[in-house]
């Protein structure tokens, strides 16, 4: 199993940012996926999942409203679109896929939001 993100980076706060997750290993469209992210000096935490038919998302109170999670089963891949960020979302952010009670979790995409 393998979960690999892309898409961080260096965005001024209000900006927007698309992270992507590419998942392999696993049949995919059965599992759910999340996104979590770990900010320097604190413990990682919960930021979005998704079902595994992309019927149900979840949201951390903290994002709910600006971040949109989304998956493409034919591509394997699931998407954190960020709208409005703040500089309290800078952090690390990973994907996680829960395959057959076991967490497989990437290595992590840099987000940095300031001016």
């Known amino acids: 199993v393998q979960v690999v993100e892309s898409g961080g980076g260096l965005v001024q706060p209000g900006g927007s940012l698309k992270l992507s997750c590419e998942a392999s290993g696993f049949t995919f469209s059965r599992y759910s996926m999340y996104w979590y992210r770990q900010a320097p000096g604190k413990e990682r935490e919960f930021v979005a999942a998704i079902t595994s038919s992309g019927g149900s998302t979840n949201y951390a109170d903290s994002v709910k409203g600006r971040f949109t999670i989304s998956r493409d089963n034919a591509k394997r891949t699931v998407d954190l679109q960020m709208n409005r960020l703040k500089p309290e979302d800078t952090a690390v952010y990973y994907c996680?896929?829960?395959?057959?009670?076991?967490?497989?979790w990437g290595k992590g995409t840099q987000v940095t939001v300031s001016s």
């Open positions: 996680m896929g829960w395959v057959a009670d076991r967490q497989y």
